[in-house]
């Protein structure tokens, strides 16, 4: 089982910018994933945040980072980036990267918007915080 592993994270004032990165580790059985960025906040609900195709580079974002976030790849080290700009309060969340190969042939699972998996799904990462202060 591939298993992603996040790093980056940590406190921002409101404006500011900052990185994540997922990497791909353990069993990595295809070029051809399924990455994405979801997050979770206090009370609330864990949300989509971006996600990207890494055969094709095609990509997904929420509305509420739209304009914002940024999602890319490095393929030659299996991993994504998360370029978040213009943090709000809102931002802040545990953010948890997840990876999964999709189904054969893939058409939009990856980034048709509707990509969630549960919380049992064992392709989640650990999770890294991300606090915006206002």
């Known amino acids: 089982q591939a298993q992603p592993v996040e790093s980056g994270g940590g406190s921002v004032q409101a404006g500011g910018s900052m990185i994540l990165s997922c990497k791909i580790t353990g069993n990595i059985a295809s070029a051809d994933y399924c990455m994405g960025w979801f997050r979770q906040a206090p009370g609330k609900k864990r949300e989509a945040v971006a996600s990207i195709y890494t055969r094709d580079g095609s990509t997904y974002y929420g509305d509420n980072v739209k304009g914002r976030f940024t999602v890319s790849q490095d393929n030659t080290k299996y991993t994504i980036y998360l370029r978040m700009n213009s943090l709000k309060p809102e931002d802040t969340a545990l953010y948890y990267c997840?990876?999964?190969?999709?189904?054969?042939?893939?058409?939009?699972?990856?980034?048709?918007?509707?990509?969630?998996?549960?919380?049992?799904?064992?392709?989640w990462g650990q999770g890294t915080q991300v606090t915006v202060s206002s």
């Open positions: 997840a990876t999964e190969m999709p189904p054969s042939p893939p058409g939009t699972y990856c980034t048709g918007g509707f990509w969630h998996p549960g919380p049992g799904f064992p392709g």
